[in-house]
């Protein structure tokens, strides 16, 4: 089982849906991230999150660390938002390395 | 914000011969670097962690002497992959860890072709 879980894997959505990712994760983190990752193959780190919830434009993310799980909204969506977008963790120990999701393959349609 | 300059971000190389792929961080320093590979519809696969400074610490299964990694100083991390083959096509990237925090700067990528 991988230690990061996101899903779907899958999604498209017409254009001004609200959509909603989501990622369990089952380690000791010390701040949970979302990426994105257009076809070209950049990634950009959407956001940064120990706790709460934190917006930019139409993007939302929130995490619930009793829970161990993280949730990244898009409201409104556009075409432009058609990326793959991914979760990942920092681990509790020194190395800071991430793990990562497999990535949510996100479409939206005109 | 923070960048990180990578470079090429396509190349096309020749079986057997070497290719150099630099990061660059533009506007902070970059005590770590870390190298990822990425195959096709899959997620990102960690090869390596550079320290500004030390030598690299290689992920199991991964080649060191294949994949030279050099982080001379805190803006510049180099991957070499020596000797190329077609397998080692593939899409790599870089990331760096903004010293004293836990953000990181994403890399363009470089999308390595082996022929």
């Known amino acids: 089982k991988n230690e990061v879980e996101q899903s779907p894997q899958n999604l498209t959505a017409q254009e001004g849906e609200f959509i909603t990712i989501n990622c369990s994760y089952s380690?000791?983190?010390?701040?949970l991230h979302w990426l994105q990752q257009h076809p070209g193959g950049g990634i950009v780190s959407l956001f940064m999150?120990?706790?709460g919830k934190k917006k930019h434009g139409r993007l939302i993310a929130t995490i619930n660390i009793q829970e161990k799980h993280s949730s990244l909204h898009i409201t409104a969506s556009h075409p432009r938002d058609s990326a793959v977008y991914i979760c990942?963790?920092?681990?509790?120990?020194?190395?800071?390395?991430?793990?990562f999701g497999s990535g949510t393959q996100l479409t939206v349609l005109p | 914000g923070a960048v990180v300059s990578q470079h090429p971000s396509r190349v096309i190389c020749k079986s057997g011969t070497s290719v150099k792929i630099e990061c660059r961080s533009l506007?902070?320093?970059?005590?770590?670097m870390f190298w990822y590979r990425q195959f096709p519809k899959q997620s990102l696969m960690l090869m390596a962690t550079s320290n500004e400074g030390s030598k690299a610490t290689y992920e199991q299964g991964v080649e060191k002497d294949k994949f030279l990694i050099n982080h001379a100083s805190l803006t510049l991390s180099t991957l070499t992959v020596t000797s190329a083959h077609p397998e080692d096509s593939s899409f790599y990237i870089c990331s760096a860890l903004w010293a004293g925090t836990y953000g990181y700067t994403f890399g363009s990528g470089t999308r390595l072709t082996v022929v």
């Open positions: 990942a963790a920092t681990n509790s120990g020194s190395a800071r390395q991430l793990t």
């Open positions: 380690v000791g983190i010390s701040a």
């Open positions: 506007d902070f320093q970059a005590t770590t």
């Open positions: 999150l120990s706790s």
